[in-house]
């Protein structure tokens, strides 16, 4: 991976994915004591920054390969990111969800162009289903965040932000990227490297799932105890990618850790000040900048939100305790 | 008021205002049974296309006269505009407010550095108030509508949907508004007038205040009967402008009135869909493109959200009520 991989990919987005505003807000600048500036993602369509990598893969496919179709494993926002990056390109996408998952994510991934193949948890091995599908109908299978065409999907992102924030007048910044496999972090990270060389990656994760902060503290892969059971369950991963990690070691600053209860004041605020839907998870890096403000040098930070697609009861119970 | 003007403003709001992009989502395409582009001016400095018209005024004044400071009366997004809008020009403004304004707004127009003279709307004659201290301070009137500066301005959201839906491929197609006084609605036909000759302007407004479309039908300015009682609040106003209804009778296709309810769904389909805060009011003109759709003509309509300052217990209703 690299920047011309990132350039070549922000060419393909071009006219599809959409440039999304760099936002901020006074209010969240005096609770963060400096100024802080949010790229909401949630905005992008299919709600997250993975219809960026989704549409990066999907469309550095040869033509043939293509045509044949695509397979994702995910029940969440990589499925519905290349759900709609296949129907777009006029190919196939089939994503191999777990029967129990929550019925409105089935049928939107259905609604998208997808073809859902739904297998049982307890008693099916989902491996095993999406590899006798690939290889009867010639799939390629699209994998969230541990592949260079995806990673340099989500660059793109990093690419915006530097010219962003320069028309903005900040050149001199920490980026703090909400983290789960690492594939949004390290294409930012990245883009950022060449584009804008003052500023500096960091990574946001949440509490009990601190998989890279405590690997790029330890200097290897580290695993999370728990696969479950946070609010944030839009970035949670075992552990960071193969591709991604000696990215990350390499250019990001230390992580930074959020409750899930600062997630969901994140949540609150966004709602109240910048006007965007953002899921917990995609909420992490804008809570680390309000909360962990001695954890972040400089007069301005960058945040993603990376994604807005939450429940209406999770964002119901964070307006009710956060907001106002 | 021309297009000469709207440009105008249009470099002066250059690098202040927010460029808002232009959403879209296929689950709400497929209920309002063709392609609706959504322009989310909630995403706004200060949460709702007012401060596009307070920085063309405040931007426009003579120096000398600027220095001075500026007055508004407004106790919503009027106010914050104009609160900003002289803040960021390094000049006072002073917005009179009614003592029982909800504590929020009076706070969060302070903290936009605006200073708030605070009336007892029982005892005291709020233009007694403010013609008094506009005399005595030099004190120039923001007016929320009826003034060119603050059309023109208003107006260069629909230089920016000229130029977004023609990059989305769209030349014609009805544009609904969200309209109180007019403003709003009369510099986006303005500009569309020039920049989009093939798109027509349509205005809506909430059922029991539909006083511009009622005036449209009769060709004469009409006043509502009540001037509260609406869940849409942001966008009421006694009657259209003297200045903007001779705009809106030219240009505006007829009206479309939508139901309190109505705005509450558009609310949560604008939360769930689209992944931005709309206020009731300032979901009007998306309910209309959802609710209304055989009022409308042609494959694609294009609507505005105007602002997105709701209170937390309201957004929570509609999400009660909508959401899923």
Redesign the interface.
């Known amino acids: 991976m690299n920047i011309e991989m990132i350039r070549a990919a922000a060419k393909r987005l071009e ?1 599809h994915a ?4 760099l ?1 901020n807000s ?2 969240i600048d ?1 609770i963060a004591g400096r100024r802080v500036w949010v790229k ?1 993602e ?2 992008q369509h299919t ?1 997250s920054f993975k219809f960026r990598g989704a549409w990066s893969a999907v469309s550095a496919l040869e033509p043939d390969l293509r045509a044949r179709g695509v397979i994702a494993y995910s029940s969440g926002n990589h499925a519905q990111g290349v759900a ?1 990056a296949a129907a777009s390109h006029g190919t196939t996408a089939v994503i191999v969800m777990p029967a129990d998952a929550p019925r ?1 994510k089935i049928d ?1 991934t259905r ?2 162009g997808a073809e859902v193949v739904l297998y049982d948890r307890a008693t099916e091995d989902r491996d095993a289903i999406g590899s006798a599908l690939a290889q009867e109908r010639g799939l390629t299978l699209i994998r969230p965040f541990d592949d260079p065409q995806v990673i340099a999907g989500q660059g793109t992102t990093g690419l915006e932000i530097a010219e962003q924030a320069t ?1 903005a007048g900040v050149t001199r910044a920490d980026v703090v990227v909400c983290c789960g496999g690492g594939g949004f972090a390290s294409g930012i990270g990245l883009a950022l490297e060449t584009e804008a060389p003052d500023m500096r990656l960091r990574i946001a994760e949440p509490e009990g799932f601190d998989d890279v902060t405590r690997s790029l503290v330890s200097g290897r892969i580290e695993r999370n105890a728990r696969l479950a059971g946070s609010l944030c369950d839009a970035i949670i991963t075992p552990q960071p990618g193969d591709l991604t990690f000696p990215v990350l070691k390499r250019l990001s600053g230390p992580g930074l850790v959020v409750s899930d209860d600062e997630a969901l004041h994140a949540v ?1 605020l966004a ?2 000040r ?4 953002a899921e917990p998870g995609g909420a992490v890096a804008l809570a680390a900048a309000l909360f962990r403000t001695d954890q972040i040098a400089g007069d301005d930070v960058i945040v993603t939100i990376s994604g ?1 697609n939450v ?2 009861d999770v ?2 119970r964070a ?2 305790r956060f ?2």
């Not at 959409?18 to 505003?21: N, S």
């Not at 910048?274 to 839907?277: G, I």
Request: proline fraction near 9%.
């Open positions: 006219g959409r440039r999304t505003p936002l006074p209010f005096e909401p949630c905005l709600g709609l409105m939107n609604a998208l028309e609150a709602f109240s910048l006007k965007v839907v807005g429940d209406a964002f119901r307006l009710e907001a106002d």
